[in-house]
């Protein structure tokens, strides 16, 4: 019985999972693996999913995507919202559309919440309700985001110990939870969840020296405010106002302190760089979670790192 197990196991297509902190190559590595065996790139990067939101989300070019077929980029309007349970739903076809063609599925991102839900699914959370949403949303506009992490706090501690208190979306959804279905979040998270099957799942981590990462993480910042960070954010402001919760997220908040006066430019990169670093520290942290991953010390758009990943591949491939 084991054995026939096993050969089923072995027989499931591959899917390949690149993860890593922000500037840590991961887009670079994913065309040289999706050129390399004949992939497709599926995004987990929740920013990049939004259409007009460009120069502060890093996507990969016209050009790389013309390189090898992407999706779940450009895929939701502005002023929509992709949950992490839509974004596993409509990811999860996609991937069982890229297997149906023999071809490679290799999923890349920095969102931690949206890879777990892809891979393990999500607790039996109730639905998404908007009149209680905006509340929220006011409040925190009104009395910050640590506002909303102390509310949470009340509500179920241990799940506001897993939450930044500057991630208002995800403290949204967690205050909803606990008040749409009078329970604990921590408490339906212990139900269970639905996890991927029918594929064998390969995890590759980029994990680059820190000092050269922080370095990369800075030249980025200020380059996306030298290519027009400001003038696209000020062109989101006229047209959607608030209503574009992007606008929220790093380098975009930044710049829209600078065009409402609150911050000069040059605090304005220096607090972008400063918010990258962060998210790049904690991504690490939750990424440090995730089963059987190999570990590669490098940035993905390093030759060597990339032969290595290739081989690492091809040994998971079947014969």
């Known amino acids: 019985m084991a054995s026939a197990r096993q050969g089923t196991v072995l027989s499931e297509?591959?899917?390949?999972?690149?993860?890593?902190?922000?500037?840590?190559?991961?887009?670079?590595?994913s065309l040289a693996l999706a050129e390399k065996f004949q992939g497709e790139v599926v995004n987990c990067d929740s920013v990049a999913m939004y259409r007009e939101f460009e120069i502060g989300t890093a996507k990969p070019t016209g050009e790389e995507r013309r390189r090898v077929p992407h999706y779940l980029f450009d895929c939701v309007e502005p002023t929509s919202h992709m949950t992490a349970g839509e974004y596993a739903r409509q990811g999860r076809q996609v991937l069982a559309e890229i297997s149906?063609?023999?071809?490679?599925p290799i999923v890349v991102g920095g969102t931690g919440l949206y890879l777990r839900a892809l891979l393990e699914g999500l607790f039996p959370g109730p639905q998404r309700l908007e009149e209680?949403?905006?509340?929220?949303?006011?409040?925190?506009?009104?009395?910050?985001?640590?506002?909303?992490?102390?509310?949470?706090?009340?509500?179920?501690?241990?799940?506001?110990?897993?939450?930044?208190?500057?991630?208002t979306p995800k403290l949204i959804r967690a205050i909803e939870v606990c008040l749409a279905s009078r329970k604990k979040m921590t408490q339906l998270w212990e139900q269970g969840r639905d996890p991927l099957r029918g594929f064998?799942?390969?995890?590759?981590?980029?994990?680059?020296?820190?000092?050269?990462?922080?370095?990369?993480?800075?030249?980025r910042?200020?380059?996306m405010f030298e290519r027009g960070l400001i003038e696209e954010t000020k062109h989101l402001l006229q047209k959607y106002g608030d209503s574009a919760w992007p606008l929220g997220s790093l380098g975009y908040k930044q710049a829209v302190q600078f065009v409402r006066g609150d911050l000069s430019r040059e605090e304005a990169v220096s607090a972008?760089?400063?918010a990258h670093r962060n998210y790049a520290k904690r991504q690490m942290t939750w990424f440090r979670r995730e089963p059987d991953v190999r570990w590669?010390?490098?940035?993905?758009?390093?030759?060597?790192?990339?032969?290595?990943?290739?081989?690492?591949?091809?040994?998971?491939?079947?014969?």
């Open 13 to 29: 297509p591959l899917l390949v999972v690149i993860l890593g902190p922000t500037g840590s190559g991961k887009t670079a590595l």
């Open 100 to 104: 149906a063609r023999a071809h490679l």
């Open 132 to 167: 209680l949403r905006t509340r929220l949303r006011e409040k925190a506009a009104s009395r910050g985001s640590v506002y909303l992490h102390r509310m949470l706090t009340r509500l179920d501690r241990p799940a506001a110990a897993k939450i930044h208190a500057n991630d």
């Open 200 to 219: 064998r799942i390969f995890r590759l981590g980029l994990d680059p020296d820190r000092a050269a990462l922080y370095a990369r993480i800075n030249d």
């Open 221 to 223: 910042a200020n380059q």
């Open 272 to 274: 972008a760089q400063q």
């Open 296 to 319: 590669l010390k490098g940035f993905g758009d390093d030759e060597n790192i990339q032969e290595q990943a290739i081989a690492l591949v091809k040994t998971s491939l079947p014969e």
